[in-house]
């Protein structure tokens, strides 16, 4: 099993949708959880970071049930530019080691 | 503006040959940064971290008399893929964390090598 797991997508959705997207993970020591975001060809860049149970920025909110071992991200009212892959990522080894997911391709369209 | 940056871009070489890319961390010190390699359509994985002042450490599988990492400062980690083949080509990016609990991870802007 995969420390750090997600559904690969895509995930279409029309504009203005909501969608949501689970991530499960193995080590019940991982610390800490980061939600990054991919484009296509370039380097992952940070979304959210996830610490205790929840964060929430604008229409981006994510949550951590540390008793279901999941995380979940929660985009509201899709933007065109939200297209892009999400990766969950798990920081683990006394805080020294990032665990990435295989990442949700997110496709939002008109 | 960038915290880590990556160079080159983007690089083509020919197989036998040796190519190296450097990572900085801008406006910090770091004594660890990390190398990733990502193929198309799958996720990033930890080639070996780059211990300031000392020996990588490199995952399962990864050579490392292949993949040379010098982390030769506290700002400038190197890694040389020596005699490249085409089936070493692939997106490389290094990333590197500041000092302190959970803070997040910033990447350079990687590397695509194409070995022809």
């Known amino acids: 099993r995969k420390e750090v797991e997600q559904d690969p997508g895509p995930f279409n959705v029309p504009e203005g949708a909501t969608v949501a997207f689970n991530c499960t993970y193995s080590n019940s020591a991982s610390q800490s959880f980061f939600w990054y975001r991919q484009d296509c060809r370039k380097e992952p860049k940070l979304l959210m970071s996830?610490?205790?149970s929840g964060n929430e920025d604008g229409r981006f909110t994510a949550q951590l049930n540390r008793a279901s071992q999941y995380i979940s991200l929660l985009i509201r009212d899709s933007k065109l530019s939200d297209s892009a892959t999400y990766l969950c990522?798990?920081?683990?080894?006394?805080?020294?080691?990032?665990?990435f997911g295989t990442g949700t391709q997110l496709k939002v369209e008109l | 503006g960038a915290v880590v940056s990556q160079h080159p871009s983007r690089v083509i070489c020919k197989s036998g040959t040796s190519v190296k890319i450097e990572c900085r961390s801008l406006d910090f010190q770091a004594t660890t940064m990390f190398w990733y390699r990502q193929f198309p359509k799958q996720s990033l994985m930890l080639m070996a971290t780059?211990?300031?002042?000392?020996?990588?450490?490199?995952e399962q599988g990864v050579e490392k008399d292949k993949f040379l990492i010098n982390h030769a400062s506290l700002t400038l980690s190197t890694l040389t893929v020596t005699s490249a083949h085409p089936e070493d080509s692939s997106f490389y990016i290094c990333?590197?964390?500041?000092?302190?609990?959970?803070?997040?991870?910033?990447f350079g802007q990687g590397t695509r090598l194409t070995v022809v």
């Open positions: 990522v798990g920081l683990t080894g006394g805080g020294n080691k990032l665990t």
């Open positions: 996830v610490y205790s």
């Open positions: 990333s590197a964390r500041r000092e302190g609990i959970n803070t997040e991870a910033f």
């Open positions: 780059s211990n300031e002042g000392s020996k990588a450490t490199y």
